[in-house]
């Protein structure tokens, strides 16, 4: 952490500012839906609960999607140690070893998280979605909320699926297993949607440390299901609604983009080597139709693919826009206004995006206008930040990924594995195995390969201090 520049532990001032905090007051300007059967669904050992989710009957056979943000700005105000803290960082650190939260835990796992049982103050994103999965009236507004059953990916996602029992937690709240079929026709709906208008279907691999107590047994594969597909897919649609409420609020906002490909080319050869033509200039419809083409024919190589299509791609950035700007976009989800609003608890983006919000409530109740709470010099150098220690936390998890595999992996020295290049520059060239779901440098015989090509190496050398893993092409 303190090599990519990042403060692992908090100041005495951020932990001096949390010890005499309480909940936030419910004041009455906040509307009271703690009635609703707000459920969260996350990781199972997730204690930082940033949202909650509910659907209601709307005309026709229409939906009223919400979703409840944990309101992190009521008790971590702009400038404060803990909020020093946050912009430092901007963002949690998960390594399969030790959390290294944003927040200090008193605040993001108690406080500021929407737990299980609890009512708490938050910033609600409302959408109306149409059976085609088309979003119709939106609105933003704080409440009061109450989360009546926390569930986990695992478990839920097999029961959507009709490969599991229902949790047990969904049949003590009576009426919750109604709603959370209705929350997943939604999302399926919107993911309908989002595909036909040329979002990406992408399946990769993530890895996570198992530990027992503290000795490291496995690497286990991140699966996803219809339960992360349900978070996915509010998710979108409710940072969409609130990109769009701060833009016709005449409001300046960060945003999350994925700009138009610049490795096409390389897409476009990965594509022909299938048979396949894409157009010459980056085309997300196309492209989509490859993919699903894809999975289809080759399911056990798709996450290969996949893993290659996201390297090329290239990594998502924070801008500024402006009022009055036209939009950059998000390539990969085929939306066009997009920002990040819904995990206060973990990335700062995510508060700075609140704090806009909750000024463009402000100057709705009265006459006058509230300051925006940054201005645009301000966000642009957020935005920057955000993106540059996005990428640092994502090496800081990697390199301890990477060290869990080399430590698992040791024994193994001489072995051949089937590979996928991940990376090919002047700086050397990278290579990805499946089983276990690991990526190595190529010592050897990098020579001409590029991005998505497979090859069969053997492992030559593993240092797990240094999470080095080497490869030498066959």
């Known amino acids: 952490m303190r090599d990519r520049g990042f403060e692992p ?63 992190v700005d009521a008790l971590v105000k702009r ?64 409440a009061v909320v109450h989360n009546h059953a926390k569930l986990a990916y695992p478990s839920l996602g097999a029961w959507l699926e009709g490969k599991g029992p229902i949790p047990p937690n969904v049949t003590a ?16 709906a919107l993911k309908r949607r989002r595909h036909q208008l040329g979002a990406l279907t992408l399946e990769t691999i993530e890895a996570r440390p198992v530990f027992e107590d503290d000795t490291l047994r496995d690497l286990a594969e991140q699966q996803p299901n219809r339960a992360t597909e ?16 701060l ?27 299938t048979g396949h033509r894409l157009p010459e200039n980056p085309d997300a419809v196309a492209l989509e139709e490859w993919l699903l083409r894809q999975r289809a024919e080759d399911p056990q190589h798709f996450p290969d693919l996949s893993l290659a299509v996201v390297k090329l791609l290239g990594r998502g ?18 939306v066009q206004d997009y920002t990040h609003s819904t995990a206060p608890n973990r990335r700062f983006p995510d508060l700075i995006a609140q704090r806009i919000v909750k000024a463009a409530l402000d100057s709705s109740r009265g006459p006058g206008r509230s300051a925006p709470p940054y201005t ?29 595999a080399a430590l698992l992996l040791r024994s193994r020295v001489g072995e051949r594995f089937d590979g996928i290049v991940t990376g090919a520059s002047e700086k050397g060239t990278w290579v990805r195995v499946r089983r276990p779901p690991v990526e190595g440098r190529l010592e050897r015989g990098g020579e001409g390969l590029d991005v998505g090509d497979h090859v069969r190496v053997k492992l030559i050398h593993t240092d797990p201090a240094r999470g080095f893993i080497d490869f030498a092409r066959v």
């Open 247 to 273: 833009a016709a609020h005449g409001l300046s906002s960060v945003r999350r983009v994925v700009r138009t490909p610049a490795k096409w080319p390389r897409i476009v050869d990965l594509a022909a080597q």
């Open 9 to 71: 532990d908090f100041s005495p001032a951020a932990l001096a500012q949390v010890v005499s905090l309480s909940p936030a007051p419910m004041s009455h300007e906040r509307r009271d839906l703690r009635d609703l059967l707000w459920c969260s669904i996350d990781n199972d050992d997730s204690r930082d609960l940033d949202q909650l989710s509910v659907c209601q009957p709307a005309a026709g056979s229409d939906v009223k999607v919400l979703v409840a943000v944990a309101d």
């Open 376 to 404: 645009n010099s301000e966000l642009a150098a957020i935005a920057l930040r955000c993106t540059e220690r996005e990428d640092a936390a994502n090496k800081v998890e990697r390199l301890v990924r990477k060290a869990a």
């Open 173 to 188: 709240v009576p009426g919750l297993e109604s709603n959370l079929r209705q929350q997943d026709a939604a999302a399926q």
């Open 230 to 245: 349900l978070i996915e897919d509010f998710m979108i649609a409710a940072n969409g609604v609130v990109a769009r409420f």
């Open 79 to 142: 400038d404060t140690p803990v909020d020093q803290h946050a912009a430092h960082n901007t963002t949690s650190v998960y390594t399969g070893a030790q959390i290294f939260p944003m927040l200090p835990e008193r605040l993001s796992t108690d406080l500021t998280s929407l737990n299980e049982h609890e009512n708490r103050a938050a910033v609600v994103v409302e959408s109306v979605v149409a059976r085609d999965g088309s979003i119709g009236a939106s609105d933003v507004y704080q």
């Open 317 to 334: 950035e924070y801008i500024v826009e402006r009022p009055g700007q036209v939009a950059t976009g998000h390539f990969g989800l085929a």
